[in-house]
T-cell receptor, first 116, second 111 residues
Framework: SQTIHQWPATLVQPVGSPLSLECTVE??????LYWYRQAAGRGLQLLFY??????ISSEVPQNLSASRPQDRQFILSSKKLLLSDSGFYLC???????????????FGPGTRLTVT | SQKIEQNSEALNIQEGKTATLTCNYT??????LQWYRQDPGRGPVFLLL?????KEKRKERLKVTFDTTLKQSLFHITASQPADSATYLC??????????FGSGTQLTVLP
């Protein structure tokens, strides 16, 4: 089965500083990849998704960006963080259809970002 | 725009009883609907997927129904246990398999 790695696990950054969160996936190839954010006490919001290398779709206008330089690597970035960027960031990958549905998503352990 | 609502933010039930969680959606006709479990500080874990042409799906003590006329899904946990305490999320599946999540229902099973 798939394993999603995310780092760092926690991050405290000042307003205006840059951000780079990395996600890597093991145990699959050519997955769809997703970045979600969960603000405190709220549901998960889809930020970006990618169906292939270099292909990024944005769901919500914001000061964040995403890139997919390799098949199983997904990066979330910002040039200047805002207070409202605080939250729990989750990377997810779709199933392969082997031993599970292609529609189910596997989530990483998440990065808790606090912008101060 | 599409909207997905989970009616109860929190639900407390006694151990051994059946928990029923509700998910309603508007402005969308999903081919698939999913349910996930999320524990505090962790990512969601997939539980069940139901297709639009399926009325009901079961997995062990879990049962999901999907009524495309009412635009509603019900999620049942029978013989509930304290270990079932968690937040349960419903999600609609988009064309790129991206998920639109409801806000979740926090279930507490009391011993």
């Amino acid at each position: 089965s798939q394993t999603i790695h995310q780092w760092p696990a926690t991050l405290v950054q000042p307003v205006g500083s840059p951000l780079s969160l990395e996600c890597t996936v093991e145990g699959t190839s050519n997955p769809n990849l997703y970045w979600y954010r969960q603000a405190a006490g709220r549901g998960l919001q889809l930020l970006f998704y990618s169906v292939g290398i270099g292909q990024i779709s944005s769901e919500v206008p914001q000061n964040l960006s995403a890139s997919r330089p390799q098949d199983r690597q997904f990066i979330l970035s910002s040039k200047k963080l805002l207070l409202s960027d605080s939250g729990f960031y989750l990377c997810a990958s779709t199933g392969t259809g082997f031993g599970g549905s292609i529609y189910e998503q596997y989530f990483g352990p998440g990065t808790r970002l606090t912008v101060t | 725009s599409q909207k997905i609502e989970q009616n109860s933010e929190a639900l407390n039930i006694q151990e051994g009883k059946t928990a029923t969680l509700t998910c309603n959606y508007t402005n969308y006709s999903p081919a698939y609907l999913q349910w996930y479990r999320q524990d505090p500080g962790r990512g969601p874990v997939f539980l069940l997927l139901i297709r639009e042409n399926e009325k009901e799906k079961r997995k062990e003590r879990l049962k999901v129904t999907f009524d495309t006329t009412l635009k509603q899904s019900l999620f049942h946990i029978t013989a509930s246990q304290p270990a079932d305490s968690a937040t349960y999320l419903c999600a609609l599946v988009g064309s790129a398999r991206q998920l639109t999540f409801g806000s979740g229902t926090q279930l507490t099973v009391l011993p």
